[in-house]
């Protein structure tokens, strides 16, 4: 029998297709990732206030290029000022009461205050932070989130208009696409809206009795077109023909993909956990590591001790002061176990030694001696848990092994660890000067001990804290070599704690090899402020 013909809809041709949705689901992939990006941007940085941290807006560009002008710096309460070290803040400006800054702490100051400075400030800011200007410790850092605040600070409306057309849009783009199968049918009314047709009650039957129903279709017409009916019947009725878009599990990947991109990046918390600096141009400001920082300060002597292999520990001061691994005295590596893990997370390599705390020491190469600076800083990164003590960076004649004093032995301007784990910065003018640290180091970790010497008087930190000051202002006057591992002690028993004191008496030498790991040793012929020293414990 044949099939009645169907009249088009009002409207619309009679041999028109369906439209396709490929178009449309990309379109709204699209928007959907973008309004996700500005939810997630709004979401994270309102929702931390429900636990007390405050969102604050950056307008300069003093901390680039990690953290950029329209950022948004989320800071938690924060309890100690040395929880503060080394990581960003958010404060009252102390130069311009009634605005706030976001600026790394570098420095804790004697008196409790703050020393602050911008990564890409080539020095510190002049005026002390109190700590209760504090306002929080940044946290978290929302990427660009603040942009519109910005360009409507700055009326750039060309900018806010654009970035709301973009909403706009997206919102459009969203409400258009139908996330759902399109069938070869409009919809599932069919295209004629749910109107009445004659069906056939079978195929080869010879009754003619009609059935009224709605769409779906008579699977023997199709938009007023024959269609082949799939062989595949159930009680007369034949299976509809369905027309379906192109795959989608390659797009709803893709949307999974920008969308938890989009909300992953707002979270970064990077920004704080490096500094950089930039002497000129912003846009070209390079990563201020450990290394970078310490040569830039022109060391006199820079031992990283990162070799792997050998007997030379190189200088990367570029003076070609280079160093020797030895074992009573003679080049050798018995004693000193080279490429373990060092004590900076920020440096590519990041190695150093450790040596016996019998034989080993580190003496300098040349058989040169040189007259001792007046003016100088050390530094000496350590690990260990001896309760021996040991020198860990000195001034000595001999160049190697040690001798009488008086009998062609000295030994001046030495970082030291007693017995206790204290750790000592020690000179000889006419008497015994040293100042030493209240608490204890030989836990196992990574330490950083600096101290300087000056018209100023002596200094003594410990990881980026002063722990001490002296007002002797000069060492003894004496030619010599410097070392690190090992030297003399004998004498400074009198501010000893602990097991192995080397006695108050200069005779016989006392040999105080250290046994623990030994990393970035540097001298410089200069003092360096303070702000320098916490700089450098920052940056490790």
């Excluded at 379109?27 to 969102?55: E, M, N, Q, S």
């Excluded at 009573?328 to 705390?357: F, I």
């Excluded at 000595?396 to 206790?420: K, N, Q």
Aim: glycine letters at 12%; one cysteine or more.
């Amino acid at each position: 029998m044949s099939s009645p013909a169907i009249a088009p809809v009002p409207g619309q041709a009679a041999d028109s297709t369906p439209r396709s949705g490929l178009p449309l689901l990309v379109a709204g992939t699209l928007g959907r990732a973008w309004l996700w990006f500005v939810a997630g941007c709004l979401l994270i940085t309102l929702v931390p206030i429900l636990f007390g941290w405050r969102p604050y807006l950056v307008l300069s560009g003093s901390m680039e290029p990690r953290i950029h002008v329209g950022d948004v710096v989320l800071a938690a309460p924060v309890s100690s000022a040395a929880d503060l070290l080394g990581r960003v803040a958010v404060f009252v400006d102390p130069a311009k009461q009634g605005t706030t800054k976001t600026h790394r702490v570098i420095a804790i100051n004697a008196n409790g205050t703050l020393t602050t400075k911008g990564d890409a400030n080539p020095t510190a800011d002049s005026t002390p932070v109190p700590f209760t200007d504090v306002r929080g410790l940044g946290r978290l850092l929302v990427s660009f989130a603040g942009l519109p605040l910005i360009w409507a600070r700055k009326g750039q409306w060309l900018f806010v208009l654009l970035f709301l057309a973009s909403l706009v849009l997206a919102a459009l783009a969203v409400s258009r696409d139908r996330d759902d199968d399109v069938e070869g049918h409009a919809d599932d009314d069919g295209p004629h809206g749910g109107q009445l047709l004659t069906l056939p009650t079978g195929v080869g039957g010879a009754g003619s009795s009609t059935i009224a129903a709605t769409t779906p279709l008579d699977p023997g017409v199709h938009m007023g077109r024959p269609v082949r009916p799939d062989p595949k019947r159930v009680r007369g009725f034949a299976a509809l023909p369905v027309r379906r878009i192109p795959s989608r599990p390659a797009l709803r990947a893709l949307y999974i993909g920008v969308l938890a991109a989009a909300v992953a990046v707002p979270t970064t918390s990077a920004a704080f956990a490096a500094t950089t600096k930039n002497t000129a141009d912003s846009w070209a400001a390079g990563s201020w590591t450990y290394t970078s920082t310490v040569t830039g300060l022109s060391p006199w002597l820079y031992w990283k001790l990162d070799e792997t292999t050998g007997t030379v520990a190189a200088d990367s001061s570029g003076n070609s002061r280079t160093g020797t691994y030895t074992v009573n005295g003679a080049a050798s590596t018995a004693g000193v176990t080279q490429g373990v893990v060092g004590g900076l997370a920020n440096n590519t390599p990041n190695l150093g030694v450790t040596l016996n705390g019998t034989t080993a020491c580190i003496n300098t190469a040349s058989t040169t001696a040189t007259a001792a600076p007046v003016a100088l800083t050390e530094i000496v990164w350590f690990k260990t848990t001896t309760t021996n003590g040991g020198k860990l960076l000195g001034f000595e004649t001999p160049r190697t092994g040690v001798a009488v004093a008086g009998s062609g032995g000295t030994y001046d301007r030495m970082i030291y660890l007693d017995g206790a784990g204290k750790v000592s910065f020690a000179v000889y003018n006419a008497g015994y000067f040293t100042i030493s640290s209240s608490s204890t180091y030989n836990d196992g970790k990574w330490h950083m001990a600096a101290a300087s010497m000056g018209s100023g008087g002596m200094s003594l930190w410990v990881d980026g804290v002063l722990v001490g000051t002296n007002a002797n202002t000069a060492g003894e006057a004496t030619t010599g070599w410097f070392r690190a591992g090992c030297g003399n002690l004998a004498g400074w028993g009198g501010s000893w704690t602990g097991p192995n004191n080397p006695t108050t008496t200069t005779n016989p030498a006392q040999n105080r090899p250290f046994a623990g790991s030994l990393d970035e040793v540097t001298v410089w012929a200069s003092v360096l402020t303070s702000a320098q020293i916490t700089a450098l414990w920052a940056a490790h």
